[in-house]
């Protein structure tokens, strides 16, 4: 009775890209499975970031292409996702940063992105409410730029509805029927769905779902904890980030400033329980960056999953062992930026055999036999 | 405030549209209205000061009883505007007290 | 006017009876009546008349003034004076003032009849003089006559009929009747006008009453307050209301002064309303060429009105020597007495008795004792006559004489499924709209029901419209079947519910929200903004929550959630208590970062 041509499992912004992009190249037979509801896990939970300043090469080209995606999103599915290019500012707080920021920023350059390297004095012009005291330099690229993720999400989920995409939200894969390698279906808590192409987009949930087919996939969730304040009028246009002081901020289009840090001290679980200590220690540092927090409120607060690779880079590849399982996993908590391009060239090489917008290729899974880089440009 | 103009059960029917003067201002209604009746719909419920207290006043009763609705019609005072018809160029004021007589 | 027989003081329902019948024998008759149009109450009257169908059961109160003054204008010998008053009844005749002309006649009738009905109660309390406190005639007037709405927001003082209609009336005109104000322990009016105002979702607050108006120049609000068993005011149970209007109705007292003039007794009877005229029972007073007839005589109906001006009317053509029909005459006693025979008549009578009238209680059928349930399945009426009030028109409309109410008017009604054809024109004629249709669809869990519907705007068929209980609670949407239209402005609108919400679904409103019903207050997200993205199709509270914001305000969902999550359970037909409530995130209450990070205890 019930069957497809492909099952997705992961209701967030990396199944619905996937499954929008898929009914794009002409398979609409799919169903998508969420064990929550859309959006419900890490996509719901994160910052909403839009960069594309990566250390990696492929990686920029990634984000870039993604950026384009963006660009075209309410023309392309219909949804005001409330998108907006101001910029992402990298403030380098050390001699080491500025240096990785120069040779970064000559790297972006080549590979086509408009990024500036900013002077101290220039960042403290262009950006008077951060407090640059300690600030040494800083990497600018004005098209990076935020979305809300909710909205991008269900856009991709409403318009791979509209081709013909079953959306089975509050129905959770509970096992990956495989014989011979190769699969014949997923038990659903609702039913049994037949398929042979099942792609794992579970997010925090990745190494469950490889495991469901038997695959040891090697991705691992920590939490991240974030809050908003209650929202001003609009004041900051960037994303500010910092890897030396470990934090992001942002304002949203509601006026809220978002912001969040990691943390050393997380062990890998599923534990999605906002911590008191987070709370502290970023109402303590925040201000001393952004002077004007001080007497800002803190409206929510939360915490959503990582779902790490050992290089913090994302894993987008099928198995070896078993014939067409796909998975787009391990985003490191940079999924939601990367979602368009990642969805679009998982569909072309889902339906054609191959990517024709970019290239993928470097995040295999074979590329942890041969020893990790680890991406620098990571909170 | 407002006029109706859709209703379940009623249909009005308003006469010509007229102007009049309440404390100066132009106003409009239509014929048939009385004075006190085209002033709500214009918005104005506040029809007089009373004499001793001071107080603000409007009609209680819309039918002449309660002499509530005393106003000051073209110079005379302690007309009874929700029994009385608003005229073209009429000129109301909200009567202050007991209304003087001039003659 | 030379030779004029009858003079009549007061142009409404019993003087323009008693015209009718002066007029019909020939005698020339002349109304004066201080309106600017006559006809008295009637004009403002919109809803249907209870009685029989003799006396304009079943017609609105306006319609039934037009058809007197029609019936009337045909009359060479009956004359109706506009704008005019009878000042006083003098020894050398009675003098009217003409107001349009400014101009007093005195003149010399052979009979008087004051029909000069009531004015308002006024009732005391702080402020009470504020403009934008009205008696309901007032609110009447302006509304129903001139078609002007005396304010947006408005509370009720009194749940008489009188309270109970112009509520009714002024949510038909778009107004929100904040509440009705009872100080008794029970409801003032009929249970059917009680009933219409319920399934508003008006509240009728019994044990309150008014403490004050506030505002300075105008009504800006209002303080209420529960009373006690010996009617004090309790200070602690105090509430305000913002409305703008205040409406008065707390009852009429008879206008007796021109029979005093005259030298007729007046004998005060609280039941009757306060002074009344001593009269016999063919309406005259004890001057014998004064009658009286209608509220002056004691507060009563229209209806009663009516047959007390032809009673009057009909003495007065056998005064002057007319022949008039006798078994006519009785007639229309015996009615006026089997009307008064139920129990919503109780308190006339026993004021009827004060004034030495002897009142013999009749019988009548007091049970409903249909058989409703046994035809389950069949498009059939369920009436809902919960208290026997004098009204028949359920019984003389029926096409197929199914319904029942027999010899006694007070009698609840009958019904005979089994003749029943389900044709609904009994759901429109009911005056106290307190019959509906009901067919449930037995392969199904739906049922059909017929609601009668006097509102703007009327849905058409395929509209989605709510749904509400008997105490104006939204149960659910539904879908309009089919819309019958009676020719007497009250159509039956048919809506296809759950089977479940048969019982007490007993009224609908369209699926329209102004821009400004705010679930979410610190979003500024609408009932409209909801119910379009569940019908986009965000039916888990979570997904509604990010795609509208609703709860991520600052006050954290505290105003909005609840709401939001009804919308959607009936929207979606799934129960609150099985949605997903969503996330309640930390802090519950905004802070500081200051606060947070001054905070003593840093560990975690």
């Known amino acids: 009775m019930n069957s497809a041509s492909a099952v997705i499992i992961g209701g967030g912004i990396i199944g619905t890209s996937i499954a929008y992009h898929l009914c794009k190249n002409g398979i609409n037979d799919i169903v998508l499975l969420e064990k929550d509801y859309l959006s419900a896990g890490s996509t719901g939970r994160c910052g909403g970031g839009i960069r594309q300043q990566w250390s990696e090469r492929p990686n920029v080209r990634l984000a870039m292409r993604s950026v384009e995606l963006f660009n075209k999103f309410k023309k392309d599915i219909g949804m005001d996702i409330e998108y907006y290019q101001g910029g992402y500012l990298l403030l380098a707080f050390t001699d080491e940063e500025v240096e990785l920021f120069e040779n970064n920023v000559k790297m972006q350059k080549e590979e086509g992105l408009d990024v500036n390297f900013l002077s101290k004095k220039e960042t403290a012009e262009k950006f008077p409410y951060i407090n640059t005291s300690d600030v040494k330099a800083a990497a600018f690229c004005s098209s990076d730029g935020h979305a809300n993720p909710h909205l991008a999400t269900m856009g991709y989920a409403k318009a791979a509805a509209k081709r013909g995409a079953r959306i089975l939200t509050r129905t959770k894969a509970t096992d990956i029927d495989v014989s011979n390698n190769s699969i014949k279906g997923v038990n659903t808590d609702k039913g049994y769905i037949k398929t042979s192409l099942v792609i794992n987009a579970a997010g925090g949930y990745s190494h469950e779902v490889g495991k469901m087919a038997g695959i040891d996939l090697p991705t691992e969730s920590y939490r991240h904890q974030i809050f908003v304040t209650e929202p001003v009028e609009h004041l900051m246009d960037p994303l500010v980030i910092s890897f030396e002081k470990n934090f992001y901020i942002r304002q949203t289009k509601s006026g809220n400033f978002i912001m969040g840090q990691g943390d050393e001290d997380e062990k890998p679980s599923h534990n999605e329980n906002p911590g008191w200590r987070f709370l502290t220690e970023m109402t303590e540092k925040m201000p001393k960056f952004f002077p004007f927090l001080k007497q800002m409120r803190v409206l929510r607060h939360w915490a959503g999953l990582y779902n790490m690779s050992p290089d913090a880079l994302p894993i987008i590849d099928k198995s070896s062992e078993i014939t067409d399982f796909y998975y787009a996993v391990g985003f490191s908590g940079h999924g939601f930026m990367l979602a368009p391009a990642v969805g679009e060239a998982m569909a072309e090489w889902i339906v054609h055999g191959e990517t024709k917008h970019v290239d993928i290729s470097n995040l295999n899974i074979e590329r942890f036999a041969k020893g990790v880089t680890r991406e620098k440009n990571v909170v | ?103 | 006017m030379t030779d004029l027989h009858v003079l009549i003081a007061g142009g409404g329902p019993a003087g323009l009876a008693t015209a009718i019948e002066a007029g019909k024998v020939g005698l020339n008759v002349l109304i004066v009546d201080e309106g600017i149009e006559p006809g008295g109450q009637l004009v403002k009257q919109t809803h249907k008349f209870f009685g029989n169908e003799n006396f304009y059961a079943s017609v609105r109160g306006f319609e039934i003034a037009q058809e007197l003054l029609k019936e009337i204008s045909n009359m060479k010998n009956v004359e109706i004076l506009p704008e005019s008053t009878v000042i006083g009844i003098y020894d050398k005749g009675i003098p009217v003032l003409n107001r349009e002309t400014d101009r007093v006649d005195l003149l010399k009738p052979e009979r008087i009849v004051i029909a000069t009905g009531a004015s308002e109660k006024f009732l005391q309390f702080e402020n009470n003089d504020l403009p934008g406190v009205y008696g309901a005639g007032a609110v009447q007037t302006l509304m129903n006559q001139y078609g002007i709405l005396p304010g947006e927001n408005i509370l009720i003082i009194g749940s008489g009929n009188i309270g109970l209609i112009v509520s009714y009336q002024l949510e038909q005109a778009g107004a929100n009747v904040k509440a009705i104000v009872e100080a008794a322990d029970r409801i003032g009016g009929y249970e059917v006008h009680a009933r219409k105002a319920k399934r508003l979702g008006i509240p009728i607050l019994l044990k309150h009453t008014i403490k004050k108006a506030l505002g300075i120049t105008q009504v800006e609000g209002a303080v209420i307050t529960e009373v006690d068993e010996n009617w004090q005011m309790i200070p602690s149970k105090e509430r305000e209301f913002v409305v703008d209007t205040i409406c008065i109705a707390t009852g009429l007292t008879p206008s007796v002064e021109l029979v005093s003039q005259a030298g007729g007794n007046i004998k005060y009877i609280p039941e009757l309303g306060g002074y009344v005229p001593e009269r016999n029972i063919d309406m005259r007073t004890t001057v014998n060429n004064v009658f009286v007839a209608g509220d002056v005589s004691g507060i009563e109906e229209a209806t009663t009105a009516m047959i007390e001006g032809r009673i009057a009317g009909l003495n007065i053509a056998r005064d002057l020597s007319k022949k008039i029909d006798e078994n006519r005459l009785n007639d229309l006693k015996e009615q006026i007495k089997n009307f008064r025979s139920g129990p919503t008549s109780q308190k006339v009578c026993s004021g009827l008795q004060k004034l030495g009238f002897t009142i013999e209680r009749e019988k009548f059928v007091e049970k409903n004792d249909d058989d409703f349930k046994k035809y389950e399945g069949k498009k059939r009426p369920i009436i809902e006559c919960p208290e026997p009030i004098p009204c028949n028109p359920c019984e003389t409309s029926c096409p197929v004489g199914a319904i029942t109410v027999g010899e006694n008017i007070n009698s609840i009604p009958t019904i005979d499924y089994e003749k029943c054809t389900g044709c609904g024109i009994c759901v429109s004629k009911c005056p106290g709209l307190a019959i509906f249709m009901i067919q449930e669809l037995l392969d199904s869990n739906k049922a059909i029901i017929g609601i009668p519907y006097e509102f703007l705007p009327l849905p058409q068929k395929n509209d989605t419209v709510y749904v509400l209980s008997r105490d104006g609670e939204i149960l659910d949407t539904g879908e309009v079947t089919q819309v019958t239209d009676f020719g007497n402005k009250s159509p039956v609108v048919y809506v296809k519910i759950d089977r479940e919400h048969i019982e007490d679904a007993r009224h609908i409103k369209p699926v329209t929200h102004s821009r400004n019903d705010y679930v979410c207050r610190c979003e500024e997200i609408t009932v409209e903004d909801i119910e379009k993205a569940i019908d986009e199709g965000y039916t888990d509270f979570e997904e509604l929550r990010r795609y509208l914001r609703i709860a991520m305000g600052p006050c954290g969902g505290r105003t909005c959630r609840l709401n939001a999550l009804k919308i959607l359970s009936r929207k979606t037909g799934i129960p609150v208590e099985k949605l997903d409530p969503g996330n309640l995130r930390p802090p519950a209450v905004p802070t500081t970062f200051k606060t947070i990070s001054e905070g003593s205890e840093k560990n975690e």
């Open chain 2, 1 to 103: 405030m407002r006029r109706l103009t859709d209703h379940p059960i009623l249909s009005f029917r308003r006469g010509k549209k007229i102007t009049f003067y309440f404390e100066g201002q132009e106003l409009k209604a239509y014929e048939g209205e009385t004075i006190a009746v085209a002033l709500h719909a214009n918005g104005i419920k506040n029809l007089r000061k009373t004499p001793k207290r001071k107080r603000n006043q409007g009609f209680f009763c819309a039918i002449g009883k309660c002499s509530s609705c005393l106003m000051e019609v073209n110079g005379i005072p302690n007309v009874r505007t929700c029994i009385t018809r608003v005229k073209e160029g009429m000129s109301v004021r909200r009567q202050q007290g007991r209304g003087e007589i001039i003659d």
